[in-house]
């Protein structure tokens, strides 16, 4: 484990009160309040959970009990019964909201749609019974692996509401990911289209299904539902594949709720971590249908009058998270975008803000970086004065990010909210509450309330301020993962074992680099594993390590990701080749598209780097820390007394 840096974010003491406007309108109003919260929460925090479960969700049964934590596993609400779908959904029927916009869908190709709460529901139940007429039964998994179409948000929420489980497989993962994924999750059905448009093309999302399930590769899926979204030609496997618009002609228009445990598995949604294999993080119902649903009421300071869109994709846990499951629970509009930036239209995202009035935008670093780049000119050629809040997510963002978007994007109005957390706490841990928490660029502020987060050393002793340590958290939270799919004791070990309990408790290890600093205020710095985050996608360097040594070229491969303007970071893999290979530009393409293959596109290395031997210490290891000096162009820092052969240093720097 490499030891987290402070960069030049430690000399950032620029602050941003909330606009008073702001914060009178807003359900926490100050620092004060935000404080008291803080505390009467962190007092008792499964008082203060339950509170919120009473007054926010709807439940058919309630619980017997808040939390029952074995450390580390955890059940929230035991006994209740509940179904998030319902929270979504049928619960705002009865109100003015049913002939609410809940998703307002904008199509690349400039089709556009928008489902009301009632038109939502009534697809929603009409997949929910096709699904079942496929033979999914309450517990079988689903895997989905879909666009950025209204469908793809209506597949889970059916699946929630028969109890299915889903597994959304991102649209930019290969056919092999696809199949490993599938595999794993033993899924009985795959909701898919027969293509999504990216960049005015098609992505061929049904032929990578087809891939995938080739030879029966994945014995547990009988069926294969592929909803017409292109219009391109596809195979159709006659018994397997069915078109969802035939199937919904006939579909009855409703479907109960199936009332779930609150600890009935919700999801799991597979991410990269320091080991080969993605790993399955299970989501269960209750805690997490309420833990979403209170991070968007407050941290996205959400009114009924708000247009709010959330750029991610379905595929990751931000689109599960707070562009389906908390802003439908909390009745809001949500605006889905198939499309992204492209050369035909630069602009194409501040069009989506002007046409819907969007008022609350939430992206990604990596996004607004590429903003910057495209130009201020875009943004400014358009409406934008309906925002008037704007979020980040996916990496720490540097200050100079943070003040354009705040000046340009948001006309120096609007409070950004950096929202820190991760797949496997479900949703925000350390997030200004807009109306009540002073911004600082490049900080994600404070923790939510119920929230105990610290910065601590490999004993779990806290550090001193501004002293860079390991983020932890160190009670458990309603919307943490509840275990690895199939894997606990890899759940244990990820998680829980890197630092030993304190006083008996024990500490969530988020695998990250943090320092706090006078005010409490936390400031991210980045992974601490061998995991590298390039355009805000989170990857393993072992995953792309074993896709590179599965070619027949490659002898041995280390992976290192290297500082990107753009991307955060770029993949370099320092490759050594079997004897019979030659290094050639021709062979770096091939095992570029050899990793895009077994990966997808977004694993693609930047640079592939051909050498003899990879610096290794006495004992074998790849010294990773001196192959990332290198990729960077950096001196070689540290100790390199542990080195087995120092020639080898001398050749990697001379064949750069
Ligand atoms: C990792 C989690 C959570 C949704 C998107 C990514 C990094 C995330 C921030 C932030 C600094 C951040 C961390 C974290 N990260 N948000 N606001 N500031 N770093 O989810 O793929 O599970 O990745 O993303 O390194 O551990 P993910």
């Not at 640079?607 to 070689?636: C, H, V, W, Y």
Request: hydrophobic share 40%.
């Amino acid at each position: 484990m490499t030891q987290p840096t402070i960069e030049s974010i430690l000399h950032e003491d620029r602050m941003f009160p909330p606009p008073e406007e702001f914060s009178a309108q807003a359900e926490l109003k100050s620092l004060e309040e935000y404080r008291r919260l803080y505390q009467e929460a962190a007092a008792n925090p499964e008082k203060f959970w339950a509170d919120l479960a009473d007054k926010e969700l709807q439940w058919f049964q309630k619980w017997d009990k808040v939390l029952d934590w074995q450390p580390p596993f955890a059940k929230w609400f035991v006994g209740g019964k509940i179904n998030i779908s319902y929270n979504c959904l049928d619960r705002h029927l009865t109100t003015w909201r049913k002939n609410k916009a809940a998703i307002i869908w904008q199509g690349e190709p400039g089709d556009s749609r928008t489902l009301t709460y009632a038109q939502l529901h009534r697809e929603v139940c009409q997949m929910a019974n096709v699904i079942k007429q496929l033979g999914v039964k309450k517990g079988d998994v689903v895997g989905i692996y879909m666009p950025m179409i209204p469908e793809a948000a209506v597949a889970m929420l059916a699946c929630a509401r028969i109890g299915a489980p889903h597994t959304v497989i991102f649209g930019g993962f290969s056919a092999e990911a696809l199949k490993d994924r599938l595999k794993d999750a033993e899924a009985k059905l795959v909701i898919t289209a027969d293509g999504g448009w990216r960049k005015d093309a098609i992505v061929p999302l049904k032929e990578q299904v087809d891939k995938a399930l080739g030879d029966n590769a994945v014995p547990s899926v009988d069926n294969v539902l592929v909803v017409k979204r292109t219009g391109n030609k596809i195979h159709m496997e006659p018994g397997r594949d069915h078109w969802w618009q035939d199937l919904q002609a006939n579909a009855k228009a409703d479907c109960p709720a199936e009332p779930m445990d609150s600890e009935d598995m919700l999801f799991i949604l597979y991410t990269s971590g320091t080991t080969g294999k993605p790993k399955g993080v299970v989501h269960t119902t209750g805690g997490y249908n309420l833990y979403t649903h209170v991070t968007t009421k407050w941290a996205f300071d959400l009114k009924d009058t708000d247009v709010y869109w959330c750029t991610a994709d379905i595929g990751w846990i931000t689109g599960h998270s707070y562009i389906v499951y908390g802003p439908l629970s909390n009745g809001a509009t949500t605006v889905m975008y198939e499309g992204a930036p492209r050369s035909s239209n630069p602009g194409c995202m501040w069009d989506v803000v002007e046409k819907y009035g969007v008022t609350i935008f939430y992206t990604a670093p990596t996004a607004i970086r590429a903003f910057i780049k495209m130009g201020e000119h875009l943004p400014k050629a358009r409406d934008l004065s309906s925002l008037r809040l704007l979020g980040t997510v996916g990496e720490p963002i540097n200050p100079e990010a943070w003040m354009w978007y705040y000046r340009v994007i948001g006309s120096s109005k609007c409070p950004i909210v950096d929202t820190w957390w991760q797949t496997e706490t479900g949703g925000f841990m350390i997030t200004p509450l807009p109306g009540a928490i002073p911004t600082k660029p490049g900080s994600a502020t404070l923790p939510f309330p119920g929230i105990i987060a610290d910065v601590v050393d490999l004993e779990g002793n806290p550090v001193g301020d501004n002293e860079g340590g390991y983020l932890v958290i160190k009670h458990p939270w309603p919307s943490m993962m509840r275990t690895v799919y199939g894997d606990p004791d890899r759940f244990r070990r990820t998680y829980w074992e890197h630092i030993p309990p304190q006083d008996g408790k024990y500490l969530y290890f988020a695998g990250d680099g943090a320092r706090r600093d006078k005010d409490g205020y936390f400031w991210v710095m980045g992974r601490v594993d061998d995991v590298i985050n390039v355009s805000g996608h989170r990857l393993g360097t072992m995953e792309i390590e074993s896709a590179l040594v599965s070619h027949p070229a490659v002898a041995e491969a280390a992976v290192v990701g290297k500082p990107d303007d753009l991307r955060g970071e770029a993949i370099v893999a320092f490759v050594t080749l079997e004897d019979s290979y030659r290094a050639s530009e021709q062979l770096e393409k091939e095992l570029m598209q050899h990793v895009v293959g077994e990966i997808g596109a977004l694993a693609r290395p930047a640079e592939i780097r051909f050498s003899e031997d990879l610096p290794k210490t006495r004992s074998g290891k790849i010294m990773r820390r001196l192959l990332r000096n290198l990729a960077a162009g950096q001196e070689i820092a540290g100790d390199t007394s542990t080195l087995q052969d120092r020639g080898v240093l001398d050749k990697l720097r001379g064949g750069a």
